[in-house]
């Protein structure tokens, strides 16, 4: 299907349709959206900023992907939110188990466990066996030591 009389899609070359968001749109988001982050202490979460704007959560990605404002701003956002975050649950003014949640699958953090391994790696089952005859000295069977 052609493009309506007088609207021209195809301009020097580029093709597809216009875009919805234009780069001036963007960096203005960028601007608000760091403005929106010293605003209050509470403004924490992206999705509130986003809906505030009346914007789709998803689209803060995408704007990152193709305009360099924009990318910095949600970077700073997200170092903001960190911080907040670890305050927050430092102070207990925060969830402790939701800020973790939070950490971990939105800033890279990871639940540390560690695991210790006594014995030889070429003989595993030396450990074991030292321990059976620690234990079982001292015993008597059938009246004998």
Known sequence: MAAPKGVVYNVDGLGGRPKKYTE?????????????FNESPNNIYFEEFTLSQGINPNRMSEWADCNDKFSVALQIGQRIQELRLKKGAT????????????????????????????????????????KIMDSSRGLKVDGKE
Do not use: R, S
């Open 24 to 36: 001036d749109f963007i960096n203005e988001q960028a601007d608000k959206l760091i403005a929106w």
């Open 91 to 130: 102070f207990k003014e925060l969830d402790c188990n939701f800020t973790k949640f939070i950490l971990i699958n939105n800033h890279g953090y990871k639940d540390k466990t560690e695991a210790t391994i006594n014995g030889d790696i070429l003989d595993p089952f030396a450990n074991v066996l030292a």
